[in-house]
């Protein structure tokens, strides 16, 4: 099997009368049939035999084009169930029946097939070497089957193996090509066969164009291809373009009883689920995969404050795109005893597999030797960086994670590079002296292997926006509500950033406020997405700010929470993940307990009415002019009824422990809460940072304390 001798045959073939579909349909049925009997031989005695007999046959009549077919078929077989070595003996007659019929398509798919075979399932040296020429074997094999198409444009076996071996190629693949050949036959009546259609819609995908394979799918669907298979696939598809039906269709998968499909939504799932979630996986079984699958990507879409359905499509775009642009080219992988990760997955390289958990990063740098390149994800909750290098023997493209930007850039490039503008860490490697020199650089590799822990452990879908949106956000724990405590989120979002909304002449400011509530663990306690219309007398000037507030009721506990705002598509916020200590508040206890306090202000507009004569004010920017004054409030639970409790409240500049005002007194408890408000005049503070505490004292002694930091800013 050599290259010029495929050029020869092939010229060869266009020299001949016959057509290419002059190999009558009663010899096509006869290779078919053939093929289709040893398909499920697995015995190699039972093929030899058959081979023997069928030699003595070729040996008396040696041109028999389709007796030579048969026997390099029968190789093939052969080599599938084990023997490799036989793959060079099919090449060898599919070449004498390409001698004799060059204008036959069957002798170009074998040879494809028998090239293919003989192919390594890792890319050594040689292999490399050999792609270098174009003289590798899927190379020559995607050639070959080219040529049964040339020969044949309705060739349908010879167009599903080219679609077969483009998508195995990780070098000199051409999938345009490709796709061209495809397109071209798909006008004929090859067009037709569901079989056909299948591996068209599958190569559609490959290259990116999700409408043409949708529409390939559906079309296989209604030529009567197999609908598990082929609706399976059509959800894959949808989901990867954001199509809801695409939802409905994976989950329909996961409730049907075929292995073939079970195994690719377990191999999908595995990519970014780990051991454990791939254990949960089969654990579930048929009858509870949906319902788990389900839990998986709703946990997913809460976390990350999107809509049901989000992750799960977004899982699959990012699937293609690295099928597309960061496969593995199969190799030998040779790790080093002090590389920071060895991955456990080949298809991929380290980039593929950070970039199926965490999406298309925030930045891209790619240095000079073009073999190594850094990615910026911009994060509410902190910065991620990622480091990749090319590892491995010459010519792998085995992209592999690095915790250091010094292992695949030198100082003096780092400093030319955009990557030094991505933390202070940089700037300190650069500006380090001879004696820091060290420090700093382990500095750095800590940095970079924590990084790779989350990267390679977690996956994340973060909210984005084109424009960010300034805002500040308080969190507090005040009052009760049925069967939990309130937790008030307040914010404040500069008003000269925001677009009004004017129609009808009433002008509104419309605001999108998504939060979560979750245990430490991660298990989600409440979620809220809703959309706010604030009406105002006019528009908001601009150093003044839009307020608002949304309340949960959420278990007493450590609760974990996420918070983001936006004005439509292009422009918002996602506030760094907090946690917050929810108060008991008498649930469940009788102990002696405070509120979060409330700091407020009353010309922020911010206000909530716990009784009828109670009205607590807010101050979600927690700042306060020179000379004005604080409306505090809190609540205190677990005192006696009407008995006697002392409160002693100081404010301290931050730094200094000497109080800048004390005030104490005594007071007689509620029946059930004791509502606390005090108006404290700011006239002596200076502009600065300020703490103010509380202490509750009980008639039997017991205390409580609770503080809450804020600012005194200078009058304008």
Not at 496 to 502: C, G, I
Request: charged share 25%; net charge neutral; hydrophobic share 35%.
């Amino acid at each position: 099997m050599n290259k010029r001798l495929y050029g020869f045959l092939f010229c060869l073939s266009l020299l001949l009368s016959r057509s290419a579909q002059g190999q009558d349909s009663v010899a096509r049925a006869d290779l078919e049939h053939f093929r289709d009997s040893i398909a499920t031989i697995s015995d190699s005695s039972v093929l030899i035999t058959l081979e023997s007999r069928m030699i003595d046959s070729a040996k008396r009549d040696r041109d028999s084009p389709l007796l030579h077919l048969r026997l390099g078929f029968l190789a093939l077989r052969m080599g599938d169930i084990g023997s490799r070595g036989r793959y060079e003996d099919a090449g060898s007659e599919f070449e004498w029946a390409a001698e004799l019929r060059p204008d036959w398509p069957y002798p170009w798919l074998g040879l494809g097939k028998a090239e293919a075979g003989s192919s390594d399932s890792t890319y050594g040296l040689k292999t490399r070497f050999k792609a270098m020429f174009g003289a590798d074997p899927l190379t020559l094999a995607a050639e070959a089957m080219r040529r049964s198409t040339r020969v044949d444009s309705t060739f349908v076996p010879g167009l599903i193996a080219l679609v077969s071996i483009v998508s195995r190629q990780r070098l000199n693949a051409d999938p345009e090509e490709a796709l061209r050949i495809v397109r071209r036959a798909a006008g004929t009546p090859a067009g037709q066969s569901p079989e056909f259609i299948f591996a068209r819609a599958s190569l559609e995908r490959d290259i990116g164009s999700f409408d043409s394979a949708a529409a390939a799918y559906r079309f296989y669907l209604v030529r009567g291809g197999d609908a598990v298979n082929g609706r399976f696939e059509l959800g894959r598809t949808l989901l990867a373009m954001g199509d809801a039906q695409g939802q409905e269709l994976y989950y329909e998968a996961a409730r049907k009883d075929d292995s073939v499909v079970a195994g690719r939504l377990r191999k999908d799932f595995a990519l970014i689920a780990g051991d454990s979630g791939v254990g949960a996986f089969d654990s579930a079984g048929l009858a509870g995969r949906e319902a788990f699958l389900q839990r998986f990507w709703t946990r997913r879409d809460r976390a990350d404050l999107r809509k049901d359905g989000e992750r799960l499509a977004e899982h699959y775009r990012r699937l293609f795109y690295a099928q597309r642009f960061f496969r593995r080219v199969p190799s030998k992988r040779r790790f080093r005893g002090f590389e920071d990760y060895h991955q456990s997955q080949n298809e991929f390289d380290a980039r593929g597999e950070i970039y199926i958990r965490h999406g298309e990063p925030t930045e891209r740098v790619e240095y000079p030797n073009f073999c190594s390149v850094s990615w910026r994800y911009g994060r509410a909750d902190g910065d991620l960086k990622f480091h990749f290098l090319v590892q491995g023997e010459p010519g792998s493209q085995d992209f592999r994670l690095e915790s250091s930007v010094l292992d695949i850039c030198t100082p003096e490039n780092l400093w030319l590079s955009p990557v030094f503008k991505w933390g202070p860490e940089y700037a300190r490697l650069v500006n380090a002296g001879p004696n820091s020199m060290y420090r700093r650089t382990r500095e750095q590799e800590w940095k970079g292997m924590d990084a790779i822990k989350e990267g390679v452990t977690t996956d994340r879908y973060e909210l984005t926006f084109p424009r960010g949106l300034p805002a500040v956000a308080q969190i507090l724990s005040v009052g009760r509500g049925d069967g939990g405590s309130l937790v008030h989120f307040t914010f404040a979002v500069r008003g000269d950033s925001l677009k009004p909304d004017t129609t009808d002449g009433v002008i509104t400011y419309p605001l999108r406020i998504r939060i979560l509530v979750t245990t430490p663990a991660g298990e989600v306690l409440t979620s809220t997405d809703v959309a706010r219309h604030f009406q105002v007398n006019g528009p908001i000037p601009p150093g003044q700010f839009l307020t608002g507030r949304e309340v949960l009721t959420i278990p007493p506990g450590l609760r974990a929470f996420r918070l983001a705002i936006q004005q439509g598509d292009s422009m918002g916020g996602v506030f760094p993940s907090g946690a917050i200590q929810v108060g008991r508040f008498g649930f469940g206890s009788d102990s002696l307990a405070i509120s979060d306090l409330v700091l407020g202000s009353r010309s922020s507009g911010l206000t909530w009415n716990p009784t009828a004569e109670d009205t607590v004010y807010f101050n979600p920017l927690q700042t306060f002019r020179e000379g004005s004054s604080l409306e505090l409030y809190y609540e205190v639970y677990g005192l006696t009824a009407k008995s006697s409790y002392a409160t002693q409240l100081s404010v301290r500049r931050n730094g200094r422990g000497r109080p800048e005002i004390t005030l104490g007194f005594s007071e007689l408890a509620g029946d059930d809460v004791t509502h606390g408000r005090r108006t404290i005049a700011l006239d002596h503070l200076r502009a600065g940072d300020y703490t103010l505490e509380i202490e509750i004292k009980a008639a039997d002694g017991h205390k409580v304390k609770q503080s809450r930091g804020f600012r005194v800013v200078k009058r304008n």
